[in-house]
């Protein structure tokens, strides 16, 4: 398998890192204070943790990788702006748990103007609020943190005699630090980039492996195993691979049913790379080749995705996509007899919602950090408009319940068509478009998989009682 640049790119230099701060603490001015935390190692089981992911936003503005730190910005404060409050350097810990950068490396790695052990947070916190009109943090969000902050407003109101004033306003940080994010700069594009090819290609090597007799699991398997070889340990959500009426679920991730000869399957699966999502759907055939049934409904979306990805480009409003996909998809529908009704009622149905059974999220969401990532969908109740550096997904789908009002042939049938896209000064640039999605090229990569050039031994196994699970993942 050829190497994927995913070593080579960098998200954020130092430099840029000290570019973002510098941005916020002009936003946020001379009279205010930022604090925002990392986050918390959390217990899985009896001395077993999960797996740790460092906040987004603390990643953002400082790079720093490690949890139970808190980074304190102070505009025009002379010793330093940037203040980082860490664990620090602790030999015998280190044997057991690994390298800590500590105070020292928060100044020489990761540029903290001052580093200070975590012991010291409630001497020198009221010292950094001091004679500050507002402080800036995620406001509700962190309740250890709302209450740590009401103690240093009153040790620094409990200085009032002394000519200390104390801060009198609390503010979200949220949409000042989200709107930034919002825009991607171009190494957090490159990165982007490198980790939609690297799904890209898991994506592609899935088709190439599928056959009946598989399991989820092991498609699942499959996808895991290519990401992590190429640099991508850690995925962007939890995979969905649904085979059958399994797509139908929207947030499906037992991904412990067989996969049936005549079924699809539908794989959402998208890998985070250097803290950065990605996020990519597909629906295959699991024998290699669509039925008629299967190939009018999966036309049918990607026609509306092709509709949806044409509305992306700058000054278009946000909405544009996914009214252009309905717009696709209920004139498919009603032509397919899902939905009753005329052509000549096509508004009156969208604006009634006929589609609602059968298509029931909406057609994309911001993508970044986070899968689902930061940014107001609306400015002043309006849908706000697209611009360079945004990236978005666009992923229409249909899905036919087992047991839904429709012709029989198109029972069970869920399908999903899902891209990364980047809104340039030109236009729009499909991050994801390495991987097929019309059906004839489908079949046609299927056809070169090794599974399909001899014959398959597996014995078929009977189907498990289907799960209604749901995952913490979910569809705007």
């Known amino acids: 398998m050829a190497t994927l640049p995913s070593r080579r790119v960098r998200a954020a230099t130092r430099g840029e890192l000290r570019r973002r701060r510098r941005t916020i603490a002009q936003a946020i001015g001379s009279d205010s204070v930022l604090l925002i935390p990392a986050a918390t190692e959390v217990p ?9 992911r460092q906040d987004s936003d603390f990643t953002y503005l400082t790079g720093f990788p490690e949890p139970d730190a808190l980074a304190v910005i102070v505009p025009k404060r002379k010793q330093g702006e940037f203040v980082l409050f860490c664990r620090p350097r602790d030999p015998e810990r280190e044997i057991w748990d690994g390298f800590r950068h500590g105070t020292e490396g928060a100044v020489a790695s990761f540029g903290a103007d001052q580093a200070f052990p975590l012991a010291e947070l409630d001497a020198k916190l009221p010292e950094l609020l001091a004679d500050r009109r507002r402080i800036y943090y995620p406001l509700g969000t ?31 940080s949220d949409r000042i630090i989200h709107e930034q994010r919002l825009r991607k700069g171009a190494g957090e594009l490159a990165v982007m980039r490198a980790a939609a090819a690297i799904s890209a290609a898991a994506h592609r090597q899935l088709m190439q492996t599928c056959q009946p007799g598989l399991t989820e699991q092991q498609l699942e398997g499959v996808f895991l195993h290519a990401c992590a070889e190429q640099g991508a340990r850690f995925q962007a959500y939890q995979p969905i691979v649904g085979g059958g009426a399994n797509a139908c679920v929207l947030h499906y991730i037992d991904n412990n049913a067989p996969l049936r000869d005549g079924d699809l399957v539908l794989v959402d699966a998208g890998c985070e790379l250097q803290g950065y999502a990605s996020d990519i759907t597909r ?16 036309d049918l979306v990607l026609a509306a995705q092709r509709a949806a990805i044409e509305q992306v480009r700058p000054g278009r ?15 498919g529908l009603l032509e397919l007899g899902l939905i009753e009704g005329s052509i000549e009622a096509l508004p009156r149905l969208i604006e009634e919602e006929a589609y609602k059974p059968f298509y029931m999220h909406r057609t994309g969401h911001w993508l970044g950090m986070d899968v689902h990532d930061v940014g107001d969908y609306k400015q002043d109740g309006k849908w706000r408009r697209f611009e360079p550096g945004m990236v978005l997904t666009v992923e229409p789908g249909l899905y036919v319940a087992p047991d839904a009002p429709a012709p029989a042939q198109f029972r069970g049938i869920g399908i999903r068509i899902e891209d990364d896209v980047l809104v340039t000064t030109e236009g729009r640039e499909v991050l994801s478009a390495n991987v097929p999605k019309e059906a004839a090229e489908i079949e046609a990569l299927m056809a070169t998989g090794t599974s399909r050039r001899r014959p398959a031994t597996r014995r078929r196994q009977p189907a498990p009682p289907r799960s209604q699970a749901s995952g913490d993942r979910r569809k705007r």
């Not at 899985?44 to 740790?52: E, G, I, K, S």
């Not at 055939?285 to 409904?297: D, E, H, M, T, Y």
Request: no cysteine; aromatic share 10%.
């Open 142 to 172: 962190e309740g250890d943190l709302d209450l740590q902050v009401m103690e240093w407003l009153r040790a620094v109101r409990r200085q009032a005699r002394a000519g200390v004033s104390a801060p009198n306003e609390l503010v979200s």
């Open 283 to 298: 629906t295959f055939p699991v024998n290699g080749r669509f039925s008629p049934a299967q190939r009018a409904l999966y």
């Open 44 to 52: 899985r089981n009896r001395d077993v943790h999960y797996p740790f």
């Open 317 to 331: 409003r946000w909405n544009q996509p996914h009214e252009a996909a309905l717009q696709v998809l209920t004139r």
